[in-house]
């Protein structure tokens, strides 16, 4: 059976045709992990990031049923306005598909249709982990056995402590994904810059990234690849602001009796409410300069693949 592929905008097609750099960005950050309008000024300045260091984004999302790469600016404001939009990991793709609903797509569902369409690079905020708690409610993300299976590397500010960032490590070496921090020997945690446990690997350019990532795909690992890049100092919250937030939000959730899918839109926004808007200006900053490290990394990677064919 022939495997499909989204639909993509002209600039996208264009780009992937002449081998040229593009970097897939995800939805659920749009649908579910920020509010209206924050959510499509970011969106929008993502895909200005990318430009400006010389790549084509590629936003990804189901559109009425039709997986789409590249979205125009009203297929955009759609999703970020729509209520009740599905949230779709890899396993929700072809019911939103059948139903012809519009759905967000979280990592995992991103890093499947980058794949199809021929992205190697996506960038994000943060990816899903193992949830606090897991040994008892067994949430553990998608994201994380994706990255096992599907060949796109991930660029993120870390894990935030919403998970258990120990057990996210964990999985994510059973899993076989090289965990890469840009510029520090530290894993960071989303809002700040280090979690307080080691990255497996650190390298320093994104040319070095580049590398690795054609090294590893050449050993045929079949893996995806994690780089882990930390919020920039200016913008970065302190453990002593942030981390009793998220305590409070966790806590909130397990008495509401809160899991599955809704589990990590009801942290996110909870987190946010109670920050005052500050950790929401945190995300933007980190996304922006998660896509500005993919866009250099995806120049650089299609460099090297023009020039090893
Ligand atoms: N973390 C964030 N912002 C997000 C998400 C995670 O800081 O928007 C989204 C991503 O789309 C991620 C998804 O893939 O949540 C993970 O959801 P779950 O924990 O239900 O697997
Ligand atoms: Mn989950």
Do not use: W
């Not at 984004?57 to 559109?63: E, F, G, L, N, Q």
């Not at 520090?184 to 040319?207: E, I, M, N, Q, Y």
């Amino acid at each position: 059976m022939t495997l499909m592929k989204p639909e993509l905008s002209r600039d996208v097609a264009e780009a992937l045709a002449a081998g040229g750099p593009v970097v897939a960005l995800e939805s659920t950050i749009i649908t579910h992990g920020m509010p209206y309008p924050a959510n499509l000024e970011t969106a929008l300045a993502v895909e200005a990031v990318i430009r400006d260091n010389g790549a084509v984004p590629a936003t990804i999302a189901v559109v009425n049923g039709k997986l789409k790469a590249g979205l125009e600016a009203s297929e955009l404001e759609a999703l970020a306005q729509a209520k009740g939009v599905v949230k779709a990991s890899g396993r929700d793709l072809a019911v939103a598909m059948v139903r012809g609903a519009s759905a967000g797509t979280t990592v995992s569902a991103t890093m499947i249709l980058a794949d199809l369409a021929g992205i190697d690079i996506f960038a994000t905020g943060g990816v899903g982990g193992v949830h606090r708690g897991a040994e008892q409610t067994f949430d553990i993300s998608a994201d994380l056995t994706e990255l096992g299976r599907t060949k796109t590397a991930v660029v993120c500010a870390g894990v935030k402590s919403i998970l258990d960032i120990a057990k996210t490590l964990e999985y994510l070496e059973t899993q076989r994904v090289p965990v890469i921090a840009y510029g520090t020997d530290d894993f960071p945690a989303f809002f700040t810059r280090s979690s307080g446990f080691k990255a497996d690997h650190r390298l320093d350019t994104p040319a070095e990234i580049a590398k690795a990532m054609l090294l590893h795909h050449g050993l045929g690992t079949g893996t995806g690849l994690l780089v882990a890049n930390p919020i920039p100092e200016a913008a970065a919250l302190t453990p002593e602001f942030i981390d009793g937030t998220i305590a409070d939000a966790v806590r909130e959730a397990e008495e509401k009796g809160i899991g599955r899918k809704e589990l990590t839109p009801f942290l996110l926004a909870r987190i946010n409410e109670m920050s005052g808007g500050e950790s929401l200006k945190a995300n933007i900053e980190l996304v922006k300069n998660n896509a500005a490290l993919a866009a250099r990394m995806a120049v650089a990677y299609s460099a090297l693949k023009l020039a090893s064919k």
